[in-house]
């Protein structure tokens, strides 16, 4: 449930809201909205509810207080109607223009990642990304750089005026990647991994949360739960792809998920055809096919000789291939963005009205 407060409302009737809910031994979340602030109650509360309902109803300041019928609170856009924005160094996620991460799947020299940032930028790109502790299948494969790999991404965030991207696979390297990367990925085989989304909550980065290549889009924005409930409230999502029969490609490409998640999430939602295709002759269809969606960007994979990569030499693009995607890309986001605010010119257009078209959208469960 969230308490709505009046428009009215004082302080100090905010602060006794907050102290009702913390005396009950739940948390309160406060979120600041331009016209009114509203406060998520989080917490098991059993059988209390109705009566806790009608207790913070009835204190001073307080307007209503409405239940959230989903499991997931604070990424509801029932709590939080307004799109989250996330802003790292110069990049902007969410704000309607088109973020394009790329970069090679992991960092193999100095050199590879100078070359492919200084290639991905002058092409456009937003966010450098690079693995440096890598999850592979086999312990027999390349495992990254490690730390070696973080220095070489800082260094080239400043070379290439780029923030960085990369992954942490668990809790005792959250401070290391966190030092020198700008913003902390979570990748597919950890999304439920709640000790790491809990540690990732606590720091000052934005988080990357991938989906689990099994997981379905109530347990993805549960995962994001736990890092906003730990105190992070810049998630980005992103969609990979989810293990399905199909064996042409590496994994089936749920592009569903990105307008139904507008519907169900203020998070901005990105995604990644590189790993959900596997193959890099369906990178720049499926690119194009998450920006007619209404993603928030994309995450591509390039590599300047593809055919050497140490990790997924089959999904990564070569800088020529990259820059033809974004010659066709960035073009249709932009007339797409045109079309889309046109038509938004003659509907609903206020934030509370679009939020509840998407709702309805994304149907009732
Ligand atoms: C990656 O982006 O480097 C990666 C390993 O992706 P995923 O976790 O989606 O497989
Ligand atoms: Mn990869």
Redesign the pocket.
């Known amino acids: 449930m969230f308490v709505v407060m009046a428009a009215t409302a004082s302080e100090a009737d905010v602060l006794g809201v907050k102290s009702a809910i913390l005396a009950e031994g739940l948390t309160p979340f406060e979120h600041s909205r331009p016209e009114r602030t509203a406060i998520a109650v989080i917490g098991e509360m059993g059988g209390r509810r109705a009566a806790l309902m009608d207790r913070l109803a009835a204190l001073s300041g307080v307007e209503r207080v409405t239940p959230i019928n989903r499991p997931f609170k604070l990424t509801s856009r029932e709590f939080h109607p307004e799109s989250t924005v996330v802003r790292v160094l110069d990049a902007v996620v969410g704000d309607g223009g088109l973020t394009v991460m790329a970069g090679p ?1 992991s960092v193999e020299s100095r050199d590879q990642l100078f070359e492919t940032a200084e290639g991905v930028a002058a092409a456009g790109a937003t966010i450098l990304r690079g ?1 440096a502790f890598k ?1 592979r299948t086999s312990p027999y494969s390349f495992q990254g750089l490690g730390v070696e790999a973080l220095r070489y991404l800082a260094e080239a965030r400043d070379r290439a005026g780029l923030p960085v991207v990369t ?1 942490v696979m668990e809790p005792s390297q959250v401070d290391i990647v966190a030092e020198y990367a700008d913003i902390l ?1 979570i ?3 950890n999304m439920q991994n709640y000790s790491l989304l809990t540690a990732v909550g606590r720091v000052a980065r934005p988080v990357m949360l ?1 989906r689990g290549y099994g997981a379905t889009i109530e347990e993805w924005l549960m995962a994001a739960e736990y890092i906003v409930s730990s105190g992070n409230p810049n998630v980005i999502l992103c969609e ?1 792809g989810i293990r399905t029969f199909e064996t042409y490609t590496r994994n089936t490409m749920d592009l569903t998920a990105v307008p139904l998640l507008h519907g169900l999430t203020h998070l901005p939602i990105i995604v ?1 055809p590189s ?1 959900a295709t596997g193959k890099r002759a369906l990178v720049q269809p499926m690119a194009l096919a998450g920006v007619g969606a209404g993603a928030d960007g994309i995450m591509v994979e390039v590599h300047p000789r593809p055919d050497d990569a140490l990790s997924d030499a089959e999904q990564q693009l070569d800088l020529p291939m990259f820059r033809s995607l974004m010659a066709v890309m960035l073009p249709l986001h932009a007339e797409l963005r045109r079309l889309r605010d046109g038509v938004e010119a003659t509907a609903p257009s206020t934030v509370a009205q679009r939020s509840r078209s998407a709702l309805r959208a994304a149907g009732s469960r």
Request: charged residues 40%.
């Open positions: 799947c693995g999850p992954e990925q990748g597919t085989r991938k990979r990644d790993h």
